[in-house]
T-cell receptor, first 116, second 110 residues
Framework: DTAVSQTPKYLVTQMGNDKSIKCEQN?????MYWYKQDSKKFLKIMFS???????INETVPNRFSPKSPDKAHLNLHINSLELGDSAVYFC???????????????FGPGTRLTVL | KQEVTQIPAALSVPEGENLVLNCSFT??????LQWFRQDPGKGLTSLLL?????REQTSGRLNASLDKSSGRSTLYIAASQPGDSATYLC?????????FGTGTSLTVIP
């Protein structure tokens, strides 16, 4: 069974559209994350979500909004897509956010978003 | 602001060679440091996690060390194999934020 799954794997859309990426983890983890990996392979955290507490990276535009219907899911909704949003988006989870050994993160396979 | 740097950006070695990857960070107030590998078109796989109070961690042919005071970590890979070819990233945790390095692309030549 896949530990952290994302859908879709590829997403091609026009500028200005609204899209969502879904993430699910079956590890029973309390904390989930969204990362953006740009064309230079640089990985940057966007959000972390732990027991209904959302921690936002302040550099993320407010067009991006995470939504967590339950502990196993953290979806990413993007409004008014721009060319610069093209990247690979990774979801990850960890057992908790306390900073201990349970911080080990498990990553999904990524969603490659292309904005035309 | 925390900055994480990895040197070299790319490395090519013959099979069987031992090698060291380097990671440096600017703020020593970290909770932990993790090493990941990323295969092309795939997600990241965690290799080792070192707590801020630890000096090293080992898993099979991998050994990671941490010198928090100098802001450095190394990942030692013994007896490299072609299957080790991947991009290796280090990441430090500061409060609730994770900061990743730019990675080292490793190629092990058969």
């Amino acid at each position: 069974d896949t530990a952290v799954s994302q859908t879709p794997k590829y997403l091609v859309t026009q500028m200005g559209n609204d899209k969502s990426i879904k993430c699910e983890q079956n590890l029973g983890h309390d904390t989930m994350y969204w990362y953006k990996q740009d064309s230079k392979k640089f990985l940057k955290i966007m959000f972390s979500y732990n027991n209904k507490e959302l921690i936002i990276n302040e550099t993320v535009p407010n067009r991006f909004s995470p939504k967590s219907p339950d502990k196993a899911h953290l979806n990413l909704h993007i409004n008014s897509l721009e060319l610069g949003d093209s990247a690979v988006y990774f979801c990850a989870s960890s057992q908790d956010a306390a900073g201990g050994s349970t911080d080990t993160q498990y990553f999904g396979p990524g969603t490659r978003l292309t904005v035309l | 602001k925390q900055e994480v740097t990895q040197i070299p950006a790319a490395l090519s070695v013959p099979e069987g060679e031992n090698l060291v990857l380097n990671c440096s960070f600017t703020d020593s107030a970290i909770y932990n440091l993790q090493w990941f590998r990323q295969d092309p078109g795939k997600g990241l796989t965690s290799l080792l996690l070192i707590q801020s109070s630890q000096r090293e961690q080992t898993s099979g042919r991998l050994n990671a060390s941490l010198d928090k005071s100098s802001g450095r970590s190394t990942l030692y890979i013994a007896a490299s194999q072609p299957g080790d070819s991947a991009t290796y990233l280090c990441a430090v945790k500061v409060v609730a934020q994770f900061y990743f390095g730019t990675g080292t692309s490793l190629t092990v030549i058969p």
